[in-house]
């Protein structure tokens, strides 16, 4: 299947500061992905969609200012989480859509554990 | 509202015995079915899909699942868990002409040896 990454793996930050989380599609181009939220012992909750070369498309109650997503080429779309604070700590998870024979599918990253202190 | 329910929220099983995790969704229109697997520590996996044809999909790892349109189902099944299917399943719903995906609460198992 398809192989999609995430870095950093986890990341440690203070309150007011900014972090970067990357999705990259490893073997294939991907012109679209998605962004996931996951709380402890939830299930995962669409953030936003990220369309290569456009602006990004949010869930409704996602703050667009504050979860910056940048989708500048085919294989990497970028989540940066802008003065974070604690209520941002979270799971963050990228998928990335993958579209072949009429099947469109979502392969997902490994996920970037976010904690703001 | 379109939505996807799994109402086992823990199963625990012992080797060798069977497996039936439900999912329920409300569309009343064509739909994309998936299970999910997360096993601890990992990202999630694709276990199988149905998108048209034969309602009963044969997925990996001896997983399958069956499509019941009349009544808006898609339960996994497996005749025989090891305890390496401990994990945490998703059954996930894209509907309409939309990219993206709805996912149930999701279902942790526990198989023991």
């Known amino acids: 299947g398809a192989v999609v990454s995430q870095h950093p793996s986890w990341v440690i930050c203070k309150s007011g500061t900014s972090v970067k989380i990357e999705c990259r599609s490893l073997d294939f181009q991907a012109t679209t992905m998605f962004w996931y939220r996951q709380f402890p012992k939830q299930s995962l909750m669409l953030m936003a969609t990220s369309n290569e070369g456009s602006k990004a498309t949010y869930e409704q109650g996602v703050e667009k200012d504050k979860f910056l997503i940048n989708h500048a080429s085919l294989t990497l779309s970028t989540l940066t989480v802008t003065s974070a604070h604690p209520e941002d700590s979270s799971f963050y998870i990228c998928s990335a859509r993958v579209a072949a024979g009429g099947q469109e599918t979502q392969y997902f990253g490994p996920g970037t554990r976010l904690l703001v202190l | 509202a379109q939505s996807v329910s799994q109402h086992n929220h823990h199963v625990i099983l012992s080797e060798a015995a069977s497996l039936e995790l439900g999912c329920n969704y409300s569309y009343g229109g064509t739909v994309n079915l998936f299970w999910y697997v997360q096993y601890p520590g990992q990202h999630l996996q694709l276990l199988l899909k149905?998108?048209?044809?034969?309602?009963l999909v044969k997925g990996i790892k001896g997983f399958e699942a069956e499509f019941i349109k009349s009544k808006f189902s898609f339960n996994l099944r497996k005749p025989s868990v090891q305890w390496s299917d401990t994990a945490e399943y998703f059954c996930a719903m894209r509907f309409g002409g939309y990219n993206k995906l709805i996912f149930g609460a999701g279902t942790r198992l526990a198989v023991h040896p």
């Open positions: 149905y998108f048209s044809g034969d309602p």
